[in-house]
């Protein structure tokens, strides 16, 4: 199978479980390897062969910023959903990381993996 893979994205969103972190936009960063459908990007060099790594970030973006999640495996969740419906990828990976949310620990963070992989 192959994969694209974007790591380090950064988008805005209103998450939290506690009231306190619900009131402001979070900046959380994203790791995504996606599965693609087929192989023929490989060959026609063309990116309507492919998923447009562009489209996914700005897709993200924007329904992150119109959704609100309690939890982190919620948005995960929301973003598989995405990448697995819209794009039609076969599988993901989906990691969402918080910056910064407790106390001397930097980051915080869930993964998680759906669809098949060939």
Known sequence: MDIIF???VRAKTLIGWYEWERVA???VELDLEIGLPSTRACLSDNLT???DYDHVVNTLRASM???HFQLLEALAEH???ILLEDFKAP???VSVTKLGILHEVGRVGV???RGQRN
């Open 79 to 81: 973003i598989a959903h």
């Open 49 to 51: 062969d492919t998923i």
């Open 91 to 93: 599988w993901v990976k």
């Open 111 to 113: 993964t998680i993996e």
């Open 25 to 27: 936009l979070q900046v």
């Open 65 to 67: 910023a119109e959704q």
């Open 6 to 8: 974007l790591h380090g």
